[in-house]
Protein backbone atom coordinates (compact mmCIF):
# COMPACT_ATOMS: atom_id res chain seq x y z
CA UNK A 1 0.00 0.00 0.00
CA UNK A 2 1.00 3.56 -0.35
CA UNK A 3 2.50 5.61 2.04
CA UNK A 4 0.98 8.86 1.50
CA UNK A 5 -2.59 8.16 -0.60
CA UNK A 6 -5.31 11.03 -1.30
CA UNK A 7 -8.75 11.15 -2.40
CA UNK A 8 -10.02 11.64 -4.73
CA UNK A 9 -7.50 11.36 -7.90
CA UNK A 10 -10.06 13.28 -9.90
CA UNK A 11 -12.86 15.42 -9.38
CA UNK A 12 -14.65 18.13 -11.81
CA UNK A 13 -17.09 20.66 -9.94
CA UNK A 14 -18.65 23.31 -10.58
CA UNK A 15 -18.01 27.09 -9.64
CA UNK A 16 -19.18 27.71 -6.52
CA UNK A 17 -19.00 24.22 -5.15
CA UNK A 18 -17.57 23.19 -1.77
CA UNK A 19 -14.84 20.68 -2.33
CA UNK A 20 -12.68 18.68 0.29
CA UNK A 21 -9.89 16.77 -0.86
CA UNK A 22 -8.48 14.24 1.64
CA UNK A 23 -4.62 12.92 2.43
CA UNK A 24 -3.73 10.19 4.71
CA UNK A 25 -0.28 8.69 4.96
CA UNK A 26 1.11 5.49 7.31
CA UNK A 27 4.55 7.08 8.00
CA UNK A 28 4.04 8.30 10.58
CA UNK A 29 5.29 11.50 9.99
CA UNK A 30 4.71 14.95 12.00
CA UNK A 31 4.53 17.11 8.77
CA UNK A 32 2.66 17.27 6.46
CA UNK A 33 1.88 19.74 3.38
CA UNK A 34 -0.39 20.69 0.64
CA UNK A 35 1.05 21.71 -2.84
CA UNK A 36 -0.74 23.17 -6.17
CA UNK A 37 1.06 22.56 -9.39
CA UNK A 38 0.27 24.66 -12.65
CA UNK A 39 2.02 23.89 -15.90
CA UNK A 40 5.58 26.11 -15.99
CA UNK A 41 4.50 26.68 -12.31
CA UNK A 42 6.21 23.77 -10.29
CA UNK A 43 4.69 23.47 -7.01
CA UNK A 44 3.55 26.36 -4.72
CA UNK A 45 2.63 25.53 -1.12
CA UNK A 46 -0.80 25.79 0.05
CA UNK A 47 -0.70 24.77 3.73
CA UNK A 48 1.63 23.10 6.19
CA UNK A 49 1.38 21.61 9.14
CA UNK A 50 4.05 20.23 11.33
CA UNK A 51 1.69 18.72 14.27
CA UNK A 52 -2.13 18.87 15.17
CA UNK A 53 -2.23 21.93 16.85
CA UNK A 54 -0.18 23.66 14.07
CA UNK A 55 -1.70 24.66 11.08
CA UNK A 56 0.10 27.28 8.89
CA UNK A 57 -0.06 29.18 5.80
CA UNK A 58 2.15 28.85 2.42
CA UNK A 59 2.60 31.40 -0.37
CA UNK A 60 -0.89 30.44 -1.98
CA UNK A 61 -3.72 30.17 0.87
CA UNK A 62 -6.29 32.78 -0.37
CA UNK A 63 -9.40 30.40 -1.04
CA UNK A 64 -8.34 27.38 0.65
CA UNK A 65 -8.50 25.98 4.30
CA UNK A 66 -7.39 22.88 5.80
CA UNK A 67 -7.56 20.77 8.73
CA UNK A 68 -5.44 18.24 10.62
CA UNK A 69 -7.89 15.84 11.89
CA UNK A 70 -5.21 13.31 12.97
CA UNK A 71 -1.19 13.20 13.02
CA UNK A 72 -1.63 11.13 9.65
CA UNK A 73 -4.70 12.94 7.98
CA UNK A 74 -4.68 16.40 6.47
CA UNK A 75 -7.44 17.54 4.37
CA UNK A 76 -7.80 20.66 2.09
CA UNK A 77 -10.87 22.71 1.67
CA UNK A 78 -11.71 25.06 -1.29
CA UNK A 79 -15.16 26.78 0.19
CA UNK A 80 -15.84 28.18 -2.85
CA UNK A 81 -14.74 26.81 -6.11
CA UNK A 82 -13.53 28.74 -8.87
CA UNK A 83 -11.93 28.17 -12.25
CA UNK A 84 -8.61 29.63 -11.36
CA UNK A 85 -8.99 26.59 -8.78
CA UNK A 86 -8.36 23.69 -11.28
CA UNK A 87 -4.74 22.30 -10.78
CA UNK A 88 -3.07 19.30 -9.55
CA UNK A 89 -2.83 19.31 -6.21
CA UNK A 90 -0.34 17.25 -4.01
CA UNK A 91 -0.09 16.24 -0.42
CA UNK A 92 3.31 15.39 0.86
CA UNK A 93 4.44 14.38 4.05
CA UNK A 94 8.01 14.65 6.17
CA UNK A 95 9.89 13.58 9.72
CA UNK A 96 10.66 17.27 10.98
CA UNK A 97 13.43 15.10 12.89
CA UNK A 98 16.45 17.31 13.34
CA UNK A 99 19.11 16.47 11.36
CA UNK A 100 16.39 14.51 8.84
CA UNK A 101 16.93 17.50 6.11
CA UNK A 102 12.74 17.73 5.98
CA UNK A 103 12.87 15.09 2.61
CA UNK A 104 9.35 14.97 1.27
CA UNK A 105 7.68 12.34 0.48
CA UNK A 106 4.64 12.85 -2.28
CA UNK A 107 1.39 11.76 -2.73
CA UNK A 108 -0.17 10.55 -6.11
CA UNK A 109 -2.36 13.96 -6.65
CA UNK A 110 -5.94 14.64 -6.97
CA UNK A 111 -6.25 16.37 -10.44
CA UNK A 112 -9.14 19.10 -9.57
CA UNK A 113 -10.92 20.98 -12.49
CA UNK A 114 -13.55 23.52 -11.84
CA UNK A 115 -15.96 24.48 -14.31
CA UNK B 1 15.02 35.69 -1.62
CA UNK B 2 15.47 32.03 -2.07
CA UNK B 3 14.79 30.51 -5.22
CA UNK B 4 15.30 27.95 -7.87
CA UNK B 5 15.60 28.32 -10.86
CA UNK B 6 14.95 25.87 -14.20
CA UNK B 7 15.99 27.45 -17.30
CA UNK B 8 14.68 24.76 -19.97
CA UNK B 9 11.26 24.09 -19.64
CA UNK B 10 11.13 21.24 -22.36
CA UNK B 11 14.37 19.02 -23.56
CA UNK B 12 14.12 16.11 -25.89
CA UNK B 13 16.74 14.05 -26.02
CA UNK B 14 17.80 10.37 -28.42
CA UNK B 15 17.65 7.66 -26.49
CA UNK B 16 20.92 6.30 -25.24
CA UNK B 17 22.17 10.16 -25.54
CA UNK B 18 23.35 11.97 -22.26
CA UNK B 19 21.05 14.09 -20.40
CA UNK B 20 22.02 17.66 -18.72
CA UNK B 21 19.28 19.12 -17.21
CA UNK B 22 20.17 22.57 -15.26
CA UNK B 23 18.99 23.62 -12.03
CA UNK B 24 20.70 27.14 -10.29
CA UNK B 25 19.26 28.41 -6.73
CA UNK B 26 19.65 31.58 -4.48
CA UNK B 27 19.86 30.58 -1.32
CA UNK B 28 21.24 32.65 1.95
CA UNK B 29 23.07 29.79 3.64
CA UNK B 30 24.21 26.50 2.85
CA UNK B 31 21.36 24.56 0.82
CA UNK B 32 19.75 21.18 1.06
CA UNK B 33 19.33 20.71 -2.76
CA UNK B 34 17.11 17.85 -4.18
CA UNK B 35 15.92 16.52 -7.65
CA UNK B 36 12.80 15.05 -8.00
CA UNK B 37 11.08 13.10 -11.02
CA UNK B 38 7.30 13.24 -11.87
CA UNK B 39 6.41 10.51 -14.19
CA UNK B 40 2.94 10.94 -16.11
CA UNK B 41 0.24 10.37 -13.75
CA UNK B 42 2.30 9.88 -10.85
CA UNK B 43 3.23 11.82 -7.83
CA UNK B 44 6.57 13.04 -7.21
CA UNK B 45 9.82 10.42 -6.25
CA UNK B 46 13.05 11.72 -4.87
CA UNK B 47 16.01 10.93 -7.40
CA UNK B 48 18.88 12.25 -5.19
CA UNK B 49 19.72 15.07 -2.49
CA UNK B 50 22.61 16.50 -1.64
CA UNK B 51 23.17 18.20 1.96
CA UNK B 52 27.18 18.23 2.81
CA UNK B 53 30.04 16.19 1.56
CA UNK B 54 31.31 15.14 -1.80
CA UNK B 55 29.87 17.34 -4.37
CA UNK B 56 28.94 14.63 -6.42
CA UNK B 57 25.62 12.84 -5.79
CA UNK B 58 24.49 9.38 -6.79
CA UNK B 59 20.77 8.90 -6.94
CA UNK B 60 18.50 6.55 -7.90
CA UNK B 61 18.15 4.98 -11.56
CA UNK B 62 21.55 5.91 -12.77
CA UNK B 63 21.13 9.36 -12.06
CA UNK B 64 23.82 12.08 -10.54
CA UNK B 65 23.74 15.74 -9.53
CA UNK B 66 26.79 18.32 -8.89
CA UNK B 67 26.86 20.69 -6.85
CA UNK B 68 28.85 23.66 -6.87
CA UNK B 69 28.74 26.41 -4.64
CA UNK B 70 30.76 28.84 -7.08
CA UNK B 71 27.91 28.87 -9.72
CA UNK B 72 25.26 28.27 -7.73
CA UNK B 73 24.36 25.60 -9.51
CA UNK B 74 23.04 21.79 -8.77
CA UNK B 75 22.78 20.19 -12.39
CA UNK B 76 21.22 16.42 -13.00
CA UNK B 77 22.78 14.31 -15.02
CA UNK B 78 22.78 10.64 -16.91
CA UNK B 79 25.09 9.40 -18.77
CA UNK B 80 22.34 7.42 -21.14
CA UNK B 81 18.92 8.27 -21.15
CA UNK B 82 16.06 5.50 -21.85
CA UNK B 83 12.34 5.72 -22.92
CA UNK B 84 11.16 5.62 -19.67
CA UNK B 85 13.04 8.31 -18.32
CA UNK B 86 10.87 10.54 -20.05
CA UNK B 87 9.03 12.62 -16.96
CA UNK B 88 9.06 16.04 -15.69
CA UNK B 89 12.44 17.18 -13.48
CA UNK B 90 11.98 19.17 -10.39
CA UNK B 91 14.81 20.91 -8.62
CA UNK B 92 14.19 22.07 -5.22
CA UNK B 93 16.12 23.81 -2.30
CA UNK B 94 15.69 24.32 1.38
CA UNK B 95 14.99 24.47 4.18
CA UNK B 96 13.70 28.17 4.30
CA UNK B 97 12.62 29.70 7.74
CA UNK B 98 12.23 27.72 10.69
CA UNK B 99 9.65 26.19 9.14
CA UNK B 100 11.62 23.94 6.95
CA UNK B 101 10.06 24.53 4.12
CA UNK B 102 11.31 23.77 0.31
CA UNK B 103 11.14 25.91 -2.63
CA UNK B 104 10.61 23.95 -5.75
CA UNK B 105 11.65 25.35 -9.72
CA UNK B 106 9.52 25.49 -12.31
CA UNK B 107 10.08 21.83 -13.57
CA UNK B 108 11.59 20.85 -16.71
CA UNK B 109 9.92 18.49 -19.40
CA UNK B 110 12.09 15.53 -20.51
CA UNK B 111 10.88 13.61 -24.27
CA UNK B 112 12.76 10.95 -25.26
CA UNK B 113 13.47 10.89 -29.42
CA UNK B 114 13.59 6.64 -29.96
Known amino acids: DADVTQTPRNRITKTGKRIMLECSQT?????MYWYRQDPGLGLRLIYY???????NKGEISDGYSVSRQAQAKFSLSLESAIPNQTALYFCATSDGVVGSYNEQFFGPGTRLTVL | AQSVTQPDIHITVSEGASLELRCNYS??????LFWYVQSPGQGLQLLLK??????LVQGIKGFEAEFKRSQSSFNLRKPSVHWSDAAEYFC????????????FGSGTRLSIRP
Open chain 2, 27 to 32: YGATPY
Open chain 2, 50 to 55: YFSGDT
Open chain 1, 27 to 31: KGHDR
Open chain 1, 49 to 55: SFDVKDI
Open chain 2, 92 to 103: AVGPYSSASKII
